[in-house]
T-cell receptor, first 118, second 115 residues
Framework: GDSVTQMEGPVTLSEEAFLTINCTYT??????LFWYVQYPGEGLQLLLK?????DKGSNKGFEATYRKETTSFHLEKGSVQVSDSAVYFC?????????????????FGKGTLLTVNP | DSGVTQTPKHLITATGQRVTLRCSPR?????VYWYQQSLDQGLQFLIQ???????AKGNILERFSAQQFPDLHSELNLSSLELGDSALYFC??????????????FGPGTRLTVT
């Protein structure tokens, strides 16, 4: 079945440091890939997405490139801020058989806690 | 603010009890999803409804059930609760739930504690 593996962290950085959170996936089809972010006490928000190989998703200074050859979708940011402190989830959406039929299904990694210190 | 609302925010109950979690999707969204987030299992898809009908089931226990009403709000019913059901339960919604790259909008979650 589909799965997502991401570095578990926690990751602690100083402000303006470079961020990489690794994410690799296993899927039977041609999934779309996502990064969601969860700020303390809130629900998940879509950060960026990519729908096919070599696509680059970007938002708020974050980037990730869909690499089919390495089945990866690593999240990067050149200069993190304190306000980026959150949990980051890598996810894929693939057509899958689920009980009751088949449909697109989001599969999440376990999340990576990022703390940015001033 | 995603536009998805969930009530209650917190719920504390005893083993063996039954609870109902409520979700109102974003205006115009027809599809509702339920997820369970726990420390050991991470974020797991439970079930999806589209315009009142069940569309897909994930890792949902037989003790759990859900429904989506004509006004498109959804309820997740958890019965015969066990300690291991303690978790954060998220509802999400999307426009129609048929697109692979479609964004899901998440509510703030209901934290369930079973004692």
């Amino acid at each position: 079945g589909d799965s997502v593996t991401q570095m578990e962290g926690p990751v602690t950085l100083s402000e303006e440091a470079f961020l990489t959170i690794n994410c690799t996936y296993t899927a039977t089809g041609y999934p779309s890939l996502f990064w969601y972010v969860q700020y303390p006490g809130e629900g998940l928000q879509l950060l960026l997405k990519a729908t096919k190989a070599d696509d680059k998703g970007s938002n708020k200074g974050f980037e990730a490139t869909y690499r089919k050859e390495t089945t990866s979708f690593h999240l990067e940011k050149g200069s993190v801020q304190v306000s980026d402190s959150a949990v980051y989830f890598c996810a894929l959406s693939d057509w899958a058989r689920v009980r009751g039929g088949s449909n697109y299904k989001l599969t999440f990694g376990k999340g990576t806690l990022l703390t940015v210190n001033p | 603010d995603s536009g998805v609302t969930q009530t209650p925010k917190h719920l504390i109950t005893a083993t063996g009890q039954r609870v109902t979690l409520r979700c109102s999707p974003r205006s115009g969204d027809l599809s509702v999803y339920w997820y369970q987030q726990s420390l050991d299992q991470g974020l797991q898809f439970l079930i999806q409804y589209y315009n009142g009908e069940e569309r897909a089931k994930g890792n949902i226990l037989e003790r759990f059930s859900a429904q989506q009403f004509p006004d498109l709000h959804s309820e997740l019913n958890l019965s015969s609760l066990e300690l291991g059901d303690s978790a954060l339960y998220f509802c999400a919604s999307s426009v129609d739930g048929t697109g692979g790259a479609e964004e899901q909008y998440f509510g703030p979650g209901t934290r369930l504690t079973v004692t």
